[in-house]
């Protein structure tokens, strides 16, 4: 039997799930606006992975990229980031940044730079995530799309 693997955009019940995922993965949960922004991945029906992109003007803030533990090393991650990043192309977004702790290994091989916390474009500084959610240790990267 065939699994199925699907990237979905969140609906209202999927968000206790997304919560659930972003505490066991230890990602912040400040700033979160409900599921509005997620795309879920889905396996045979039960979400396993997500990922959201705030939008500041024509930049995005890519933030809560979780796996379930055992679902990684398999491309889900890159799926589900390269779905979000082809959204944020289609709705104009031009440049997309984040911020990391753990994974600069993983977004660099999908084209993301290190830049530093001063190249961070203004209007992404004024995210929950830039002024307290991630440590000023964490890694900034940005693809520009």
């Given at each position: 039997?065939?699994?199925?693997?699907?990237i979905?955009?969140?609906?209202?019940g999927?968000?206790?799930?997304?919560?659930?995922?972003?505490?066991?993965?230890g990602l912040?949960?400040?700033?979160?606006?409900g599921?509005?922004?997620?795309?879920?991945?889905s396996?045979?029906?039960?979400?396993?992975?997500?990922?959201?992109?705030?939008?500041?003007?024509?930049?995005?803030?890519?933030?809560s990229?979780?796996l379930?533990?055992?679902?990684?090393r398999?491309?889900?991650?890159?799926?589900v980031?390269?779905?979000?990043?082809q959204q944020?192309?289609?709705?104009?977004?031009a440049e997309?940044?984040?911020?990391?702790t753990?994974?600069?290994?993983?977004f660099?091989?999908?084209?993301f730079?290190a830049?530093s916390?001063?190249?961070?474009p203004a209007p992404?500084?004024a995210?929950?995530e830039?002024?307290?959610?991630?440590?000023?240790?964490?890694?900034?990267?940005?693809l520009v799309?």
């Amino acid at each position: 039997m065939r699994e199925s693997i699907s990237i979905r955009k969140a609906e209202v019940g999927d968000y206790a799930r997304i919560t659930h995922l972003l505490r066991e993965t230890g990602l912040p949960l400040d700033g979160l606006n409900g599921h509005e922004n997620f795309l879920v991945l889905s396996r045979d029906g039960q979400i396993v992975g997500c990922a959201a992109m705030e939008r500041y003007g024509k930049y995005g803030l890519l933030r809560s990229v979780a796996l379930e533990p055992n679902e990684r090393r398999h491309g889900f991650g890159r799926s589900v980031v390269q779905e979000v990043l082809q959204q944020a192309r289609r709705d104009g977004i031009a440049e997309v940044v984040l911020f990391t702790t753990t994974a600069a290994p993983f977004f660099e091989r999908l084209g993301f730079h290190a830049i530093s916390r001063e190249e961070v474009p203004a209007p992404v500084r004024a995210s929950v995530e830039f002024q307290s959610a991630c440590p000023a240790s964490a890694a900034v990267l940005r693809l520009v799309l």
